[in-house]
T-cell receptor, first 110, second 114 residues
Framework: DQQVKQNSPSLSVQEGRISILNCDYTNSMFDYFLWYKKYPAEGPTFLISISSIKDKNEDGRFTVFLNKSAKHLSLHIVPSQPGDSAVYFCAASRTNKLVFGAGTILRVKS | DGGITQSPKYLFRKEGQNVTLSCEQNLNHDAMYWYRQDPGQGLRLIYYSQIVNDFQKGDIAEGYSVSREKKESFPLTVTSAQKNPTAFYLC?????????????FGNGTRLTVT
């Protein structure tokens, strides 16, 4: 039972354009959401997070949007850069335990 | 330079053998975690520890064991009871066992059991 789903295994975007990575969850009890980024042969690194009391959080080129009624969050990267090419995992938390999605491979073409 | 060190990067074992994966951190973090990653799946929590000499089972603890004798170290033993041990294993730590404390991950160990 996958409680956190990233339905797009991969995404290809042109440099300078917007990248939108999506994540859906099924458990309405999740109260904190995070995005992690992973390069090949490295561990994931924390990117950005959002509490369920907010609907938007921004950090530079990265913005996370949360739609609680739809149980959906998205990560926007503007403008996309070749160095953003990586695997992006969304994660949701309930009682301090994280549940991760399967990841989306982002390729930014120059 | 602080971080998490996992060793070795690649590990090969014969079926039926126990194997221990090393995880060391010099971040002075209280909480440490072990995750497993399989193709097409998200990271799944095996075990976690909030303080020294204490640890809790995660979602897929069967066939695994851990110890936390030192704050810096959280080794994971994959026992012969683990039915599908071949996977990519990630160790992580955080300042506290609260989700608002982001996880810092090591670079992982890829275990292959034949």
């Amino acid at each position: 039972d996958q409680q956190v789903k990233q339905n797009s295994p991969s995404l290809s975007v042109q440099e300078g354009r917007i990248s939108i990575l999506n994540c859906d969850y099924t458990n309405s009890m999740f109260d904190y959401f995070l995005w992690y980024k992973k390069y090949p042969a490295e561990g994931p690194t924390f990117l950005i997070s959002i509490s369920s009391i907010k609907d938007k959080n921004e950090d530079g080129r990265f913005t996370v949007f949360l739609n609680k009624s739809a149980k959906h969050l998205s990560l926007h990267i503007v403008p996309s850069q070749p160095g953003d090419s990586a695997v992006y995992f969304c994660a949701a938390s309930r009682t301090n335990k994280l549940v991760f999605g399967a990841g989306t491979i982002l390729r930014v073409k120059s | 330079d602080g971080g998490i060190t996992q060793s070795p990067k690649y590990l090969f074992r014969k079926e039926g053998q126990n194997v221990t994966l090393s995880c060391e951190q010099n971040l002075n973090h209280d909480a440490m975690y072990w995750y497993r990653q399989d193709p097409g799946q998200g990271l799944r929590l095996i075990y976690y520890s909030q303080i020294v000499n204490d640890f809790q089972k995660g979602d897929i603890a069967e066939g695994y064991s851990v110890s936390r004798e030192k704050k810096e170290s959280f080794p994971l033993t994959v026992t012969s009871a683990q039915k599908n041990p071949t996977a990519f294993y990630l160790c992580a730590s955080s300042t506290r066992a609260l989700v608002e404390s982001p996880l810092h991950f090591g670079n992982g160990t890829r275990l292959t059991v034949t």
